[in-house]
C-alpha cells in the first residue's frame, strides 16, 4: 500500500473498506464475550464491559498511531481493577471503578503529552512473558470456584484455591462438563480455519446446550440495562488513595501492553507508529470510557492479532468494531 497522509489516514478508503468492514465484525462478535468476561473479572455488571467495547475502539481507533491496534478491554487491566477494587461495596463499586479508570485514562494522555513512551524499551520480551504468563495464571485460579461450582468466602486467592481442591467432594458435574466442553471447543476450533471465530463458538454452543437442556448450572449476574448511559463525571465521595494509585498502575499495565501489541503491528503503508501517540490514543479511550462506567481499556495484543488476522487494512476495522 502506498503511504497516506494523516488526513487520508482517518478517512474510510473505498479499496479497503470492505476487507475492513468484514474485520470490525469480526472483532466486534468477539468483543462481547471479551467485555463481558472483563467486567466480571473487574467485579460489575458486563454490561460495562460491553459500554468499554464500543466506546474503546471508536476513540482508540480514531487517534493511535498503529492503524490496526484494537484498544479495548483487556483481562490484565480488568483483573487489577477489581483486585485494587475488592473491597469496595458492590453498590459502589460501578462509580468507583469509573473514578479509577479516568484516573488511569488522564496519566496515560499525560505519559503520553510527555513523550515517556520511549522508556518502554527498558521493558524487556522476559519481563513482558513472565507478567502475562502471571496474568494467565491469576486468572485461570480465580475461574476455580465458578467453574467447579464450589462456593467460597476465603479472603486470600490461595484460600479460595485449597478450598476448591479441598472440597472435591462438592463438585457440581454439570458445571465442570460445561466448562470442559467451552475449553475443549476454543481449543479445536483455534485450530481450524475458523480460529477468529473461536471464542464465539465457545461461547454459543455451551449456552445453547444449556438452554436446551434446561440445565441450572449457569449464574445470572445481572441485568442488561438497554441503552448506552450518558456521559457523566462520577462522583468524587469515592475517591481514594487506593482507587487513584489503582489508576496509575492500571494506566501502567495498559500502556505496556499496548506498547507490545504495536510492536506487532505494522502500519501496512509501511509508516513508522508511535508509541506517544498510542498513549494518547489509550488515553483518551480510557477517558472516554471512564465517563459511561466501562471497564478499563487498552492495546489488546490478542484482539490486534485476531484484527490482522480477519483481513484490517486500516483504522476503520477498529472503528468499524466498536
Do not use: C, H, K
Not at 501502567?252 to 498510542?278: F, Y
Amino acid at each position: 500500500m502506498r503511504r497516506m497522509s494523516a488526513l487520508e489516514s482517518l478517512m474510510p478508503q473505498r479499496e479497503t473498506f470492505g476487507r475492513d468492514t468484514v474485520a470490525g465484525l469480526t472483532g466486534g462478535v468477539a468483543s462481547v464475550p471479551d467485555g463481558m468476561a472483563a467486567a466480571t473479572l473487574a467485579g460489575v455488571n458486563p454490561a460495562l464491559g460491553l459500554y468499554a467495547s464500543i466506546v474503546g475502539p471508536v476513540i482508540g481507533g480514531l487517534l493511535s498511531s498503529t492503524v490496526l491496534m484494537r484498544v479495548v478491554t483487556t483481562s490484565a487491566a480488568a483483573l487489577a481493577a477489581g483486585s485494587i477494587l475488592g473491597a469496595t461495596p458492590d453498590v459502589d463499586r460501578p462509580a468507583a471503578l469509573a473514578l479509577l479508570v479516568l484516573i488511569a485514562g488522564v496519566v496515560a494522555l499525560v505519559l503520553g503529552l510527555l513523550r515517556l513512551a520511549r522508556y518502554t524499551r527498558f521493558v524487556s520480551y522476559s519481563v513482558m512473558t513472565g507478567f502475562l504468563s502471571g496474568v494467565a495464571v491469576l486468572l485461570i485460579l480465580s475461574q476455580l470456584d465458578a467453574v467447579t461450582g464450589v462456593t467460597t468466602t476465603a479472603d486470600s486467592m490461595v484460600e479460595s484455591v485449597l478450598d476448591v481442591i479441598l472440597g472435591f467432594a462438592d463438585w457440581d458435574i454439570a458445571t465442570v462438563l460445561v466448562a470442559a466442553l467451552t475449553v475443549a471447543l476454543l481449543v479445536v476450533v483455534a485450530r481450524t480455519r475458523f480460529a477468529s471465530w473461536a471464542a464465539l463458538v465457545a461461547l454459543a454452543v455451551p449456552t445453547a446446550a444449556v438452554e436446551l437442556l434446561d440445565a441450572d448450572t449457569v449464574a445470572v449476574v445481572g441485568a442488561f440495562p438497554g441503552g448506552l448511559p450518558l456521559p457523566a463525571l462520577p462522583s468524587l465521595d469515592l475517591l481514594s488513595l487506593d482507587v487513584i494509585t489503582g489508576g496509575v498502575a492500571v494506566a501502567v499495565i495498559v500502556v505496556i501492553q499496548g506498547a507490545g501489541g504495536a510492536t506487532s503491528a505494522p502500519n501496512p503503508d509501511r509508516s513508522r507508529s508511535r508509541l506517544s501517540r498510542d498513549f494518547i490514543a489509550q488515553g483518551a479511550a480510557n477517558i472516554g470510557v471512564g465517563l459511561v462506567q466501562g471497564a478499563p481499556v487498552g492495546g489488546s495484543v490478542s484482539q490486534t492479532a485476531l484484527n490482522i488476522q480477519a483481513g484490517a487494512r486500516t483504522r476503520w476495522a477498529a472503528i468499524t468494531s466498536g
